[in-house]
């Protein structure tokens, strides 16, 4: 068996780990925000999903965002906040675009989906949190 110990110690595994799972809990806060927003402005204002899904999308990235600087990805936020926030947002552009496909997708084609837009929501944010994951640590939070 190969020795791994010069590309990936077990305290590097383990930060590496304790970060995904902070990262994961503060997703779940953007869940709520996200299934909120959509909620407010599905049923609240009339709008169509796919329309509703953009500003949630938003307000759910601007809160994980203020969220993975303070708790997940702490030390790491020596880039003035805008300019971070603005990283954040262009980083986790591709994981946006998946997530907003999965869930509007979902939300067309399955009737307990548009019943419930919350199940299409959750799904998205699922499919796009290993991307956005990655592209936070790496190209967001450096040197956390």
């Known amino acids: 068996m190969r020795d791994l110990s010069g590309t990936l110690s077990a305290d590097r595994l383990g930060r590496l780990?304790?970060?995904?799972?902070k990262?994961?809990?503060?997703?779940?806060?953007g869940l709520v925000v996200d299934t909120a927003v959509v909620y407010a402005l599905v049923f609240g204002a009339g709008?169509?999903?796919?329309?509703?899904?953009?500003?949630?999308?938003?307000?759910?990235?601007?809160?994980?965002?203020?969220?993975?600087?303070?708790?997940?990805f702490r030390g790491a936020a020596d880039a003035p906040l805008y300019r971070q926030w603005a990283t954040?947002?262009?980083a986790n552009a591709f994981g946006g675009v998946v997530?907003?496909?999965?869930?509007?997708?979902?939300?067309a084609a399955l009737p307990l989906a548009e019943a419930h837009?919350?199940?299409?929501?959750a799904a998205g944010s699922l499919s796009g949190m290993v991307l956005n994951f990655a592209a936070s640590k790496h190209l967001v939070f450096k040197d956390a």
């Open 17 to 21: 780990a304790v970060q995904f799972g």
């Open 23 to 29: 990262f994961g809990l503060v997703g779940v806060v």
């Open 47 to 72: 709008l169509e999903f796919f329309a509703a899904r953009i500003p949630a999308y938003l307000a759910a990235a601007t809160t994980t965002f203020a969220l993975n600087r303070a708790f997940t």
């Open 88 to 90: 954040f947002l262009a």
């Open 99 to 107: 997530n907003y496909g999965v869930s509007v997708g979902l939300e």
């Open 117 to 121: 837009p919350v199940l299409a929501v």
